[in-house]
């Protein structure tokens, strides 16, 4: 592969996507399937299925082409290829399901695909067409199916990720791309536990700060984010609660969960000012909650807003939201050397019942009434 000659002020926009040049995706299976795992031996994204799919992009050839998929493997790629060095990279996080009914359904597919599509230009990553990792993902999950599993609590968790390929080293968005989506088998985040997590409000780092990458999945976010996570772990706390970069104030996100507490009568989670992503599972509990009735605010929640509540005995809860977890109860929170202990340091009630009410859409056991499934 030959090297391009260095681009000084190369930094006009990429020419648009040429849809057309797609095609349908080609599809070229195993001739080595492997043994899948039993259920009960499932863990978080250890084991992978038996293909992956994939679409290249290339500015000097009109956009993304060629998508396929093909057995899952390892990609080949140049020392030089620029996401190793300027982390021009970012990702998504969805789920099947394997219904009571043997049906295989994805959640909320096109709100994520519709996030990996939005998020892409505040990297200078091409925006992937929404049709496109639709039929990319639905293609891969259809070929995979047998992989998906079916005792209560698993799921196969899908990943798209697009990372630049080009082999330049130039500080400039990359002209070469891959889209690729690989999925793993996972098991029950919880168990049958729901155990309460024990978090610790971080006010020495920061993880994403309003204007920079929080509001996109990028794979930055999440290197920024270790340092605190391994500090509070030797604490003995299972995460941090991000506050803002700016006066480490007004609570963020619980780890990579979106936060939401329940104050009184009130359903409060913070607002989407650029240092917090857009959670699919913050989406679909804000509206849950606000089908059934709950006043649901998206405000600056501050830390003392927080203590006077605790004090006052209306701070009812405190959880995490994702798709990892769907729900995780927050039972202590540590603040300034001391741990604040929150519902008796047991799961709370709306906690609860989001976690069965999301859980039941998912997995079929109740009526779809937002279309957020969709079936395979
Ligand atoms: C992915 C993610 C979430 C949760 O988003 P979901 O779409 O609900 O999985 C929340 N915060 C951060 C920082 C994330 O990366």
Redesign the pocket.
């Known amino acids: 592969m030959s090297l391009p000659p260095p681009q000084s002020g190369d930094l006009g926009p990429s020419p648009a996507p040429n849809q057309s040049a797609r095609g349908p995706i080609s599809i070229h299976l195993t001739s080595a399937p492997r043994a899948r795992p039993k259920d009960a031996d499932l863990v978080f994204g250890r084991v992978f299925t038996d293909h992956m799919a994939m679409v290249d992009y290339d500015a000097d050839q009109g956009g993304w082409f060629d998508p396929r998929v093909v057995p899952y493997g390892p990609l080949v790629l140049d020392p030089a290829a620029a996401v190793f060095h300027y982390a021009q990279e970012m990702f998504?996080?969805?789920k099947a399901f394997r219904g009571a009914d043997g049906k295989v359904r994805i959640f909320r597919l096109d709100r994520?695909c519709k996030?990996l599509h939005d998020g892409a230009p505040r990297l200078c990553i091409p925006s992937v067409p929404q049709d496109l990792s639709h039929a990319a993902i639905t293609t891969l999950v259809e070929t995979d199916r047998a992989w998906v599993p079916s005792s209560p609590g698993t799921s196969l968790y899908i990943r798209p990720t697009v990372i630049a390929t080009e082999p330049f080293l130039g500080v400039r968005p990359a002209k070469r791309y891959v889209f690729f989506v690989i999925a793993s088998p996972v098991g029950g985040y919880h168990g049958d536990a729901f155990t309460p997590a024990r978090i610790l409000v971080e006010d020495k780092y920061v993880?994403?700060a309003v204007g920079g990458l929080?509001g996109v999945?990028a794979g930055a976010?999440?290197i920024a984010?270790l340092r605190a996570a391994e500090d509070a772990k030797a604490k003995g706390y299972a995460q941090v609660l991000w506050t803002d970069a700016h006066e480490h104030r007004y609570l963020e996100?619980v780890?990579?969960?979106?936060m939401v507490a329940l104050i009184g009568d009130e359903i409060v989670t913070p607002p989407l000012t650029g240092s917090?992503?857009?959670?699919?599972?913050?989406?679909?509990i804000i509206t849950l909650l606000r089908d059934w009735g709950f006043s649901v605010s998206e405000r600056p929640l501050g830390m003392e807003e927080l203590l006077r509540a605790h004090k006052a005995g209306t701070l009812r809860e405190i959880f995490g939201?994702?798709?990892?977890a769907v729900i995780t109860p927050v039972g202590t929170l540590g603040w300034k050397g001391e741990d604040l202990v929150i519902n008796g340091g047991q799961p709370g009630e709306v906690a609860r019942r989001l976690f069965e009410a999301i859980t039941a859409i998912q997995y079929g056991r109740a009526p779809d009434t937002h279309g957020w499934m969709t079936e395979v």
């Open positions: 998504d996080g969805l994520h996030r993880r994403a929080g999945k976010n999440y984010s996100e780890g990579t969960m979106n917090i992503l857009e959670g699919v599972t913050r989406n679909s939201c994702g798709t990892a």
